[in-house]
């Protein structure tokens, strides 16, 4: 079993950054794809970033394409979302998501309902 904890959130100002780490605890963090996910009031939870174990292979979001990026750090356990250039409608609770996946799933990073394990969420606000 996983456990997914994201920090990092915050009251940031339009074209500021931030930074979300998603740490792991349990016996391994091996082979599993994790994906970042937003919810903001009234809209259903949508994706925004994942990564595979393997080769680290990314798939984003078209809203945010060339403003965030997801990296991990197998040996921390960790998966960090860099968001730069924030805008007000980033606003949105942020969660990060996990699944067993040791090969290549292709579309399925994007489906929320693909993921088993995820995090308590950390919110992210954005003012103008």
């Known amino acids: 079993q996983v456990q997914l904890v994201e920090s990092g959130g915050g009251l940031v100002q339009a074209g500021g950054s931030l930074r979300l780490p998603c740490a792991a605890s349990g016996r391994t963090f091996s082979n599993y794809a994790v994906g970042w996910f937003r919810q903001a009031p009234g809209k259903e939870r949508e994706f925004v970033a994942a990564i595979t174990w393997s080769v680290g292979m990314t798939y984003y979001a078209d809203s945010v394409k060339g403003r965030f990026a997801i990296s991990r750090d197998n040996v921390k356990k960790t998966v960090y979302l860099q968001m730069n250039s924030l805008k007000p409608e980033d606003t949105a609770v942020y969660y990060c998501?996990?699944?067993?996946?040791?090969?290549?799933?292709?579309?399925?990073?994007?489906?929320?309902?693909?993921?088993?394990?995820w995090g308590q969420g950390t919110q992210v606000t954005v003012s103008s």
């Open positions: 998501a996990a699944r067993f996946a040791p090969t290549n799933y292709g579309d399925s990073y994007y489906n929320t309902d693909w993921y088993d394990h």
